[in-house]
């Protein structure tokens, strides 16, 4: 068996265990997403990412990686995102099944997708394609951008990538005057880029900071980059742990 494929199976037989449960007698659905609950025959969702270029055996430079091999997120040293590796499985289940006295750290209250649209160049990301995206998964969700106290990143480390998000993210989510500051977290930071796995990575960081009620300092950030620090108006990424309340959103690209 390849390693990836035992690690999965590893990852996602640890993730049925902790939530209580188990695959025995039950309907189980790969890659099946929040999105898909309406099925009456979907009972629980187990999604997990490998690498494929990994599985493959290959991979190449595209000169989008850091000469430091690290995610600088928001640092105004960043040069690129370094590579991680990483096995990541979230289960998912119907409000209706969660039993009580069962484990549920958090509740999933909504999800959106959208795609970059025309911008200044293939590989330049999109602020206003991606400020359109949250404002869908308020609406999905049911949720004012006021309730949304923390967000986890796709902050890949690149100087152009990085205000560009936190930009869009301004945008859609500006708090009202008095309102606290919306944080912002970055698992690449913490992890490296687990690319295949890199979307649930940030969503387990943002289910854990819920949990724990607490933002995760942005790893390696040292002196922030000065269009960051521009776009980040109403919104803070420090290097400590601060106090969190209980609703949070993940932007991943």
Same mark, same amino acid.
Do not use: H, K
């Given at each position: 068996m390849d390693p990836q494929q035992r690690l999965l199976l590893e990852t996602a037989a640890g993730a049925l265990a902790d939530a209580g449960g188990g695959p025995g007698g039950s309907a189980v659905g790969v890659y099946v997403g929040c999105m898909y609950q309406e099925y009456v025959d979907v009972q629980v969702a187990a999604q997990g990412r490998v690498l494929p270029q990994a599985v493959v055996g290959s991979g190449l430079s595209f000169m989008a990686l850091s000469s430091v091999g690290r995610c600088r997120t928001f640092d105004a040293a960043a040069d690129g995102y370094g590579r991680g590796e990483g096995v990541a499985?979230?289960?998912?289940?119907?409000?209706?099944?969660?039993?009580?006295?069962?484990?549920?750290?958090?509740?999933?209250?909504?999800? =959106?997708?959208?795609?970059?649209?025309?911008?200044?160049? +293939?590989?330049?990301?999109?602020?206003? #394609?991606? $400020?359109?995206l949250v404002r869908a998964?308020?609406?999905?969700?049911?949720?004012?951008?006021?309730?949304?106290?923390c967000v986890s990143v796709h902050g890949t480390g690149t100087p152009l990538g990085d205000p560009i998000e936190v930009g869009a993210l301004r945008q859609a989510l500006d708090p009202a005057a008095g309102a606290p500051p919306l944080a912002l977290v970055s698992s690449k930071a913490c992890c490296g880029h687990t690319e295949g796995a890199a979307g649930l990575t940030g969503l387990l960081l943002?289910?854990?900071?819920?949990?724990?009620? =607490?933002r995760p300092p942005v790893a390696h950030l040292r002196a +922030?980059?000065?269009?960051?620090?521009? #776009?980040? $108006?109403?919104?803070?990424?420090?290097g400590t742990f601060a106090h969190l309340p209980r609703q949070a959103g993940a932007h991943k690209i």
């Open positions: 499985v979230m289960l998912l289940r119907p409000l209706g099944l969660v039993s009580e006295g069962g484990s549920m750290p958090v509740m999933m209250a909504g999800s =959106a997708v959208n795609q970059d649209g025309r911008s200044s160049a +293939l590989t330049a990301p999109n602020g206003p #394609a991606q $400020s359109a998964a308020l609406a999905s969700a049911a949720a004012s951008a006021d309730n949304v106290a943002t289910a854990a900071a819920l949990r724990e009620g =607490a +922030l980059n000065p269009y960051v620090a521009t #776009a980040l $108006s109403g919104a803070t990424s420090g």
